[in-house]
């Protein structure tokens, strides 16, 4: 549409601005038209357009086929499908169980082709006889006597092997005299229990004892304590313990006839209200017998006294 009139081929000639008819070369016969009122010119109505659609075709096709910017250098490019691999571990196996079977296999066919071959026969030896001496080999040696086998004199009546008690000396009923049970012996220490439990498991065999009474109220108590063989030396642990306690006070005096028996003068006991107490003890080991003497006496022992009893009773084991 336009600011002008709308003209049709058959339409007579619209009038003037004035309203008077526009002249035509018409025919006479036309009838005149009645003037029409003049139409304000009307502005087209334009759409509102986005502004996407403002933008040239061009550019919208170039924008179809080009990536955003933006999501080309943020977003990472997609990777292609990765290969599956084989999960880790599982090479290995196979190339192990093929090396297993491979040996198995390799000595079974080994030993089918080992077990169809006949037996190789042995070579003729050298000396077909053995040869013996001439004169018959020397007699064994007579066992040794029983006064010269130690084992057998500490294998049999042990209480044997202890000291006789002095002329005039009384038995000592409190400390006994003979066999002594292993609790009855424990008893005896500080710590009864801890000692009990460290002579059975040392597999302590049997405990004799020798005991008297001295005029002056003098006691002496003799224990010979053996042990049994085994993969630990019973006699000589019970010593070392014994020793290690005893040395914490005196070094003490060597016993003759052992290697490292040795005699002690031990700390006076003094209680208030009663008399005080000397002590004396020896003590040393032969083969799987520990010897073990005690003296008490209100009047103080000599060394000579604890020393030379020590050692008379070696003599005798």
């Given at each position: ?24 070369d018409?025919?006479?016969s ?10 304000e ?22 924008s179809a ?44 066919v ?10 190789t ?6 000396q ?14 007579d ?6 086998d130690?084992?057998v ?31 009855e ?8 229990d ?9 597999d ?42 005893l ?9 003759k ?22 002590e004396?003890r020896a ?35």
């Amino acid at each position: 549409m336009s600011g002008d009139a709308v003209e049709s081929p058959d339409a007579p000639p619209v009038a003037d601005a004035g309203g008077h008819p526009a002249p035509a070369d018409a025919p006479e016969s036309v009838e005149p038209v009645e003037p029409v009122e003049p139409v304000e010119p009307v502005e087209p109505a334009v759409p509102a357009v986005p502004v996407a659609a403002a933008v040239a075709p061009e550019a919208v096709a170039d924008s179809a086929t080009e990536p955003d910017a933006a999501e080309s250098a943020g977003a990472p490019e997609p990777a292609p499908d990765a290969v599956r691999r084989r999960p880790r571990g599982r090479t290995s196996l196979i190339v192990l169980a093929a090396a297993v079977l491979g040996v198995a296999i390799g000595g079974a066919v080994g030993y089918g082709v080992q077990a169809d071959r006949d037996p190789t026969p042995l070579g003729v030896l050298a000396q077909e006889h053995l040869a013996y001496p001439a004169k018959p080999a020397a007699k064994a040696p007579d066992p040794l006597p029983a006064s010269e086998d130690h084992q057998v004199k500490t294998d049999g009546d042990l209480t044997k092997l202890l000291l006789d008690r002095p002329k005039g000396a009384k038995t000592d009923t409190y400390a006994g005299s003979g066999w002594i049970g292993l609790s009855e012996y424990a008893a005896e220490y500080d710590s009864p229990d801890f000692m009990f439990g460290e002579l059975a498991g040392s597999d302590i065999r049997r405990i004799a004892r020798q005991s008297w009474l001295e005029s002056g109220d003098r006691e002496t108590k003799i224990d010979l304590l053996q042990y049994r063989p085994g993969s630990s030396v019973g006699a000589r642990d019970h010593f070392d313990g014994q020793m290690s306690y005893l040395l914490a006070d005196d070094d003490g005096d060597p016993v003759k006839g052992s290697l490292d028996g040795r005699a002690f003068i031990l700390p006076v006991r003094r209680e208030a209200g009663y008399e005080p107490m000397y002590e004396a003890r020896a003590i040393a080991v032969r083969g799987d017998i520990v010897m073990d003497i005690y003296m008490f006496s209100p009047e103080p022992i000599s060394k000579k006294t604890i020393r030379s009893l020590a050692e008379r009773q070696l003599e005798r084991l």
